[in-house]
């Protein structure tokens, strides 16, 4: 990332900027091609945008107001960078927009689009966050330790970092007259750090998930076989709780991590949809320039009003290699596996359409900038 002149920033942004100011300009730009083995019954050839880092540009920056207290700010936007389009549904800033405070030792206080407690703290521990995004995602995102999906009208409290332990909470305002609770968001998380080791659990609950999050994957009630959020339908609310680990040694990183994500009243029922989602991965530096890792995810769901019992067998690849410290060609594999009478799907709309039978192989290579 590039500290952009102030005075540039000034001039084509309208801003003031302060003494002790600081605005940084950043971003990505990821494109590649995409093979995948059945796509609808197909196999598809296709290019790609934000496969492994969702191609971005942001503004973030501090204003130092004196006795330790500072103004925060982030604004990020996400597109297409074959077509330009916008991404998050067409959103501005999709990706981030928050305002806040900060002091060592108090803390952070920030309102906006924000990100929650699950990404912040179990994100960390998962091998697409490692910077190979959502092709290795949990079983189309379904407890969104990808990001799939990010939190409106939300305020967000994290704490100093106190013997290695930083808390947070976060509560959204669904903003629904006479209904307090209707598309609200509730959500907490811990993590500690202790030299190469990350540990970290979080927690979500959402009212009426299917229209609070329009950048989410829900679908409408119907055919459960339309990805794995077609046995969710429209749900009146999603619970997720999850906790995970990572250890660097050496030139290794491994890492673990669990969720269980609850769907109250599933697919128009009375009934829930419950997933467990497990993964163990590993990355390791062959030379400074050459990265390669893999890892293996068990996704099993739980449908109450139909007693299906969806699985997703996904075994996960990567090979990346560095022509510079921005600029990196990233080869990224996954081959999944379905039963219990669900479909293959590897992140549905992301990388292709579903799969007509239980296998889908889905190889993607790309060229990747960071700046």
């Given at each position: 990332m590039?500290?952009?002149?102030?005075?540039?920033?000034?001039a084509?942004?309208?801003t003031?900027?302060?003494a002790q100011?600081?605005?940084?300009l950043?971003?990505i730009?990821?494109?590649?091609?995409?093979?995948?083995s059945?796509?609808?019954g197909k196999?598809?050839w296709?290019?790609a945008?934000?496969?492994?880092?969702?191609?971005?540009?942001g503004?973030?920056?501090s204003?130092d107001?004196?006795a330790?207290?500072?103004?925060?700010?982030?604004l990020?936007n996400?597109?297409?960078s074959?077509?330009?389009?916008?991404?998050?549904?067409?959103?501005?800033?999709?990706?981030?927009?928050w305002?806040?405070?900060?002091?060592?030792s108090s803390?952070?206080l920030?309102?906006?689009?924000?990100?929650?407690?699950?990404?912040?703290?179990?994100?960390?521990?998962t091998?697409?966050?490692?910077?190979?995004?959502?092709?290795?995602a949990?079983?189309?995102d379904?407890?969104?330790?990808?990001?799939?999906?990010?939190?409106?009208n939300?305020?967000?409290?994290?704490s100093?970092?106190i013997?290695?332990?930083?808390?947070?909470?976060?509560?959204?305002?669904g903003g629904?007259?006479g209904?307090?609770g209707?598309?609200?968001?509730?959500?907490?998380?811990?993590s500690y750090?202790?030299?190469?080791?990350?540990?970290?659990?979080?927690?979500?609950?959402?009212?009426n998930?299917?229209?609070?999050?329009?950048?989410?994957?829900f679908?409408?009630?119907?055919s459960?076989?339309?990805?794995?959020f077609?046995?969710v339908?429209?749900?009146?609310?999603e619970q997720?709780?999850?906790?995970?680990?990572?250890?660097k040694?050496?030139?290794?990183?491994?890492?673990?991590?669990?969720?269980?994500?609850?769907?109250?009243?599933?697919n128009?029922?009375?009934?829930t949809?419950?997933?467990?989602?497990?993964e163990a991965w590993?990355?390791?530096?062959?030379?400074?320039?050459l990265q390669?890792?893999g890892?293996?995810?068990?996704?099993?769901?739980?449908?109450?009003?139909?007693?299906?019992?969806?699985?997703?067998?996904?075994?996960?690849?990567?090979?990346?290699?560095?022509?510079?410290?921005?600029t990196?060609?990233?080869?990224?594999?996954?081959?999944?596996h379905a039963?219990?009478?669900a479909y293959?799907?590897?992140y549905?709309?992301?990388?292709?359409a579903?799969?007509?039978?239980?296998?889908?192989?889905?190889?993607?290579v790309?060229?990747?900038?960071?700046?």
């Amino acid at each position: 990332m590039k500290k952009a002149p102030i005075g540039i920033l000034t001039a084509v942004l309208s801003t003031s900027a302060f003494a002790q100011s600081s605005v940084t300009l950043y971003g990505i730009v990821d494109n590649g091609i995409t093979y995948v083995s059945n796509s609808g019954g197909k196999s598809l050839w296709g290019a790609a945008s934000g496969t492994n880092l969702g191609s971005r540009w942001g503004l973030k920056g501090s204003e130092d107001l004196g006795a330790g207290l500072k103004a925060i700010f982030a604004l990020e936007n996400g597109f297409n960078s074959y077509t330009g389009k916008l991404g998050q549904g067409g959103l501005q800033f999709g990706r981030q927009a928050w305002v806040g405070l900060t002091t060592p030792s108090s803390g952070t206080l920030t309102m906006g689009r924000q990100y929650d407690s699950i990404v912040d703290y179990v994100g960390p521990t998962t091998l697409n966050l490692q910077s190979w995004g959502g092709i290795f995602a949990h079983a189309n995102d379904i407890d969104n330790t990808n990001d799939g999906f990010r939190v409106n009208n939300s305020v967000k409290y994290t704490s100093p970092t106190i013997a290695g332990v930083t808390v947070s909470g976060m509560y959204a305002f669904g903003g629904v007259a006479g209904e307090f609770g209707r598309n609200s968001t509730a959500a907490g998380g811990i993590s500690y750090v202790l030299g190469n080791l990350y540990v970290a659990a979080g927690y979500l609950f959402a009212k009426n998930p299917g229209t609070q999050f329009a950048d989410g994957n829900f679908v409408a009630n119907g055919s459960r076989n339309v990805g794995v959020f077609g046995y969710v339908g429209q749900p009146a609310n999603e619970q997720i709780i999850g906790a995970g680990a990572k250890y660097k040694i050496g030139h290794a990183i491994l890492g673990a991590n669990y969720t269980n994500t609850r769907f109250g009243e599933a697919n128009g029922t009375t009934s829930t949809a419950i997933f467990d989602s497990y993964e163990a991965w590993g990355t390791y530096y062959i030379t400074p320039a050459l990265q390669v890792g893999g890892g293996y995810t068990f996704v099993s769901g739980r449908v109450h009003y139909d007693d299906a019992g969806p699985k997703y067998h996904q075994i996960n690849l990567v090979a990346s290699y560095a022509l510079s410290k921005r600029t990196d060609f990233a080869l990224t594999t996954v081959i999944q596996h379905a039963a219990g009478g669900a479909y293959a799907d590897i992140y549905n709309n992301v990388v292709a359409a579903q799969s007509s039978g239980v296998n889908q192989v889905a190889v993607h290579v790309g060229l990747r900038h960071r700046f």
